[in-house]
């Protein structure tokens, strides 16, 4: 079954307390991204990869780091989280049907951030 | 700067009422378009979208939208409600060649006995 899987789905931290939120997907696809999700203001984009080793940051990169290390995984890391940061998270892995063609997002289930 | 605005971030229906979910973009060129839904405590799932062939895009669970270049809009609709449809529903565009999505701020809706 194609699918993108994040892990934890839920996780409450202290503030300064470096985490990482793993994202993979099992669709070979070349495109990764990550999003947060606030209420009132949808979804945002914080950073993006086109490829292994290949990434760029996205609307709300502010506090966030990524690594393209393996085309399946992409994981998010806050090196030293904040209460700012307390938000939904989605991973996103994106297919490519053809050069004429939108992308089409498959997103994970998303990872439930707290941080006190 | 390109954009999408979602009209109300409330709505309520009654069961088996019509649902219009609002969604217009701003662009200068061509978009494609999205809507997505998300069940609570759910990921987001695409219901349909729009790549420049029928205007009228039929997706799942009954619900379809008519992409409007005249009116930059891409509304979303349903004839009859049912309670399985409360959830909060997203309009999203993109562009030929690009990875990003750029989504609305979402509508939640509603669906009264």
């Known amino acids: 079954e194609a699918q993108v899987t994040q892990n934890p789905r839920y996780l409450i931290t202290v503030t300064g307390k470096k985490l990482t939120v793993t994202c993979s997907q099992n669709m070979n696809h070349e495109y990764m991204s990550w999003y947060r999700q606030d209420p009132g203001l949808g979804l945002r984009q914080i950073y993006y990869?086109?490829?292994?080793?290949?990434?760029d940051k996205g609307d709300v990169p502010e506090g966030y780091k990524v690594s393209r290390k393996e085309k399946r995984n992409f994981p998010l890391i806050l090196e030293s989280p904040s209460p700012n940061q307390t938000s939904l998270y989605f991973c996103?892995?994106?297919?490519?049907?053809?050069?004429?063609?939108?992308?089409?997002?498959?997103f994970g289930p998303g990872t439930r951030l707290t941080v006190t | 700067a390109q954009s999408v605005t979602q009209l109300g971030s409330h709505v309520s229906v009654s069961e088996g009422a019509l649902v219009l979910l609002r969604c217009n973009y701003s662009?200068?060129?061509?978009?494609?378009l999205f809507w997505y839904v998300q069940y609570p405590n759910q990921g987001l799932q695409l219901l349909l979208k729009y790549t420049s062939a029928a205007t009228l895009v039929k997706g799942i669970n009954g619900f379809e939208a008519e992409f409007k270049k005249s009116e930059t809009s891409f509304h979303l609709t349903k004839p009859s409600a049912h309670m399985r449809d409360a959830a909060e529903y997203f309009c999203a565009v993109s562009w030929a060649g690009r990875n990003k999505l750029t989504f609305g701020t979402g509508t939640q809706l509603k669906v009264e006995l």
């Open positions: 662009s200068s060129v061509p978009p494609y």
């Open positions: 996103a892995s994106l297919s490519h049907p053809s050069a004429s063609e939108a992308y089409e997002q498959y």
């Open positions: 990869s086109m490829n292994v080793e290949v990434t």
